[in-house]
DNA sequence: CAATAATGAGAGCAGTGCTCTTGTTCTTCT
DNA sequence: AGAAGAACAAGAGCACTGCTCTCATTATTG
């Protein structure tokens, strides 16, 4: 049964991988704003009509890539937080989370741009977007998990958050990072945000002509920087 | 002779300046990626052809409207800093300025996606744009730079910047934003971009579900905790 | 084997950016 | 003042887009 009903699964399967394929292939070559259904589909020797039967619109196409690509950079972060020893310094695996996020998005601009830009579609992110888009805020905290244990987790640089904050941010760290103090949990929110900010601007050319040779440098200094600020010793 | 001449010049400055207004309602109700010349034509009354004597494509209608959008911000940055006293702690000042960004964002989210967003017409950011993209950035300078004055300027928290990032930021300052020291505007600049990535998760609905309560103080807070982290006491 | 569902092909619709041509109006120079 | 020139608006048209139909073909199921 599996055989024959696979038959045609499987070839379902492909086509619409090799969809995603060649739209990804697109997508490096001109950008979401010029990726074109029928362009997909004639480079892949099928009329436009029939890629319909795979992806019920456009806008669908570009959020099972969306989708995709959070897995991608998420799985990138996850890789380099595994490579790094568990009982390296905080700071240490921190950076090297932060270091994998940069080098998958300046690999792969069009694709960060997709799920760090503008929205494309309309104008709120799809709803299928939220669950693959938490691997890599997961790979922060982890870190911060880590080095509780290790009691090498101290206090956020700066005051207390105040109350409401603190009480949201602790229910935040109940959810998805048991353990972590608020305070922890609210810097790293904000060290997230931050580092997407910090990345985008490189991705995006906004540091063109402000920081130009020592990017890495720059980048690794700041995200270190941003480690001990969260509490990381 | 500027009465006849003006004449024309005038009615043309009036033409560009509804077509502006026009595009920029769209983009505010449809966003960037549905703006259309044909659209903004036929609600001012004329045919789309007659659009390209004023803008000679789709493209440079939308940098046009990234430009505006970037005095726009500008603007909004450098009145909240003239509203608050020269003498004012360094803090307040700095987040004055980044509430600013934020209260600007929040209320032309289509137009912050233009600047901040993914790059739309090819990939990167035309050159007419770099000008007017600097008056945020040079606000917050302002506020280090009267710290300065004040003696409220401290060293930025963490490592002091390698070598490099170091040379970079002085070269940086010089040109910029004179009296600075290094470290602190290579933290200046970090510090920049990590303001435009939390103020782009919140308009970009990053936060659903993550920040949800307590927005504006958790901004407020972060950006205070960047104040320090800056060195302004 | 017959009924059913999935797939592909093609035509077609409404919309887009952009170009070219044609007539008209305003500006400037002699 | 009158002629030459530029600026402009309008319309037709091209190549392209997303998307929806209809119709034939194929694979799966009863």
Redesign the interface.
């Known amino acids: 049964m599996t055989a024959i009903q696979g038959a045609r699964e499987r070839a379902r399967r492909e086509v619409t991988a090799a969809i995603k394929e060649e739209a990804r292939r697109r997508l490096a070559a001109e950008?979401?704003?010029k990726l074109s259904l029928r362009a997909v589909a004639r480079e892949l020797g099928m009329v436009s009509s029939a890629l319909y039967r795979y992806f019920p619109s456009r806008d669908d196409l570009l959020t099972a890539l969306i989708v995709d690509a959070y897995d991608a950079v998420g799985e990138a972060a996850e890789a380099a937080l595994t490579a790094v020893p568990d009982d390296a310094p905080p700071a240490d695996r921190w950076t090297a989370v932060c270091l994998a996020v940069r080098a998958w998005a300046l690999a792969h601009?069009?694709e960060y741009?997709?799920i760090?830009?503008?929205?494309?579609?309309?104008?709120?992110?799809p709803r299928d977007t939220?669950g693959p888009?938490t691997r890599v805020p997961l790979a922060l905290a982890a870190v911060a998990q880590r080095a509780r244990l290790s009691g090498l987790l101290g206090e956020?640089?700066?005051?207390p958050?105040?109350g409401?904050?603190r009480?949201?941010a602790e229910e935040?760290a109940a959810e998805h990072a048991p353990g972590l103090p608020g305070p922890v949990m609210?810097?790293l929110?904000?060290s997230w945000?931050?580092?997407?900010?910090?990345v985008?601007?490189e991705v995006?050319?906004?540091?063109?002509?402000?920081?130009?040779?020592?990017r890495t440098?720059?980048f690794t200094?700041?995200v270190?920087?941003m480690a001990?600020?969260v509490g990381l010793r």
């Open positions: 950008g979401a704003a601009p069009h741009a997709l760090h830009g503008t929205p494309v579609p309309g104008y709120a992110a939220v888009g956020p640089a700066g005051d958050p105040p409401p904050v009480a949201e935040l609210a810097a929110v904000a945000a931050q580092l997407i900010g910090l985008g601007f995006f050319g906004q540091f063109n002509g402000v920081v130009v040779a020592a440098e720059f200094h700041t270190r920087r001990g600020d």
